[in-house]
């Protein structure tokens, strides 16, 4: 049964420091990893998509990293500011057993890390 | 393209009575997830559709709860006879099976059973 992680739960952070987020998963068999944000009371937003192929993808001050083999992903956020204060989740995307290389569709995600940054 | 959009927003409602929700996915998507969620967890993952088939439900899915997405566009979720245990946020996400997986998600609808 596949299994996300994410350490640390909690991390505050002085304005303009750059961090590093853990993502662990137990099984290698996946499809994509998915990072999220998720603003108090409010839905999800995507921030980085890394197939199992791949081994990372940036979007502006946001770097993904994908270690299949090791069952690790790390999102890195670079000169941090207090609009970067959210919970950030990460959720994988189970292989097809059937049709390898398709999606089956659901998301597994961990707990989350929430993220502080004071000014 | 607005979105993924979710109504109601926030539902209170007394223990025993019925609700539903509705979900509108981004409009080229063909697959559509619910989602459950409770104070400090993840998103738990409910049922999964395909157009209009239901692939995939997940076991936390109970007899109280169905869903439908009758012709392929908006999905609708129904909780029979809610109970206190109800309460959560769910969430809605539409994906495209051309893009790879990449699911983009709904606001949420916060539901309270008193």
């Known amino acids: 049964k596949q299994e996300v992680t994410q350490i640390p739960a909690a991390l505050s952070v002085p304005e303009g420091e750059n961090l590093v987020l853990n993502c662990s998963f137990t099984d290698s068999a996946i499809y994509n990893l998915q990072w999220f944000r998720q603003d108090p009371g409010k839905g999800l937003t995507s921030l980085l998509l890394?197939?199992?192929?791949?081994r990372e993808q940036t979007s502006g001050r946001l770097n993904a990293s994908l270690d299949k083999s090791s069952g690790r992903s790390t999102l890195y956020i670079a000169a941090s500011q207090p609009g970067d204060s959210a919970t950030y989740l990460c959720a994988v995307n189970k292989a097809d057993s059937v049709n390898y290389g398709g999606s089956q569709g659901n998301l597994i995600f961990g707990k989350g890390t929430k993220l502080s940054v004071k000014p | 393209d607005t979105g993924v959009s979710q109504d109601p927003r926030h539902k209170i409602t007394k223990r025993g009575q019925n609700v539903t929700f509705r979900c509108d996915p981004i409009?080229?998507?063909?697959?559509l997830y619910w989602y459950r969620q409770t104070l400090g967890q993840g998103p738990e993952f409910l049922t999964y559709f395909q157009n209009e088939a239901q692939l995939e439900k997940s076991r936390l899915l109970s007899d109280r709860f169905s869903a439908e997405r009758p012709k392929g566009s908006f999905s609708t979720l129904e909780i029979q006879r809610t109970e206190q245990g109800d309460s959560a946020m769910y969430l809605c996400a539409s994906s495209s099976s051309r893009i790879l997986g990449e699911q983009y998600f709904g606001p949420g609808t916060r539901l309270t059973v008193t």
């Open positions: 890394i197939q199992s192929s791949q």
């Open positions: 409009s080229e998507h063909n697959r």
